[in-house]
């Protein structure tokens, strides 16, 4: 069964906003020994709403599936930088 682009590219950046948001806490937790709050660790979700939510209109309806993928994991990046220090 061949799934549509449109729907593979929405579980890809779904599933990279999940990974993300999995390997954010985990590596707060046991690598840098921090427990943070729950919105920060949400963080990698913002740039996969802000996907779902214009991927059909608005000037953001421009960006790849890629651009959001990169989008989600530097925000993760950021968000451990920030909270680890």
């Known amino acids: ?3 549509p682009e449109s729907v593979r590219d929405d579980l ?3 599933l990279v906003a999940a990974g993300c ?3 954010l806490t985990v590596s ?3 690598g840098a020994g921090v427990q943070p709050p729950l919105l920060p660790r ?3 979700l913002v740039p996969y709403f802000g996907y779902l939510f214009s ?3 608005g000037p953001l309806s421009t960006l790849s599936p890629l651009d959001w993928i990169g989008a989600t ?4 990046l950021l968000t451990f930088v920030y909270l680890s220090t």
Do not use: C, N
């Open 73 to 76: 994991v530097v925000v993760t």
């Open 21 to 23: 948001t999995v390997a």
């Open 42 to 44: 949400l963080s990698p």
């Open 1 to 3: 069964m061949e799934l």
């Open 12 to 14: 890809l950046v779904a």
């Open 28 to 30: 707060l937790r046991f």
């Open 55 to 57: 991927k059909r209109s």
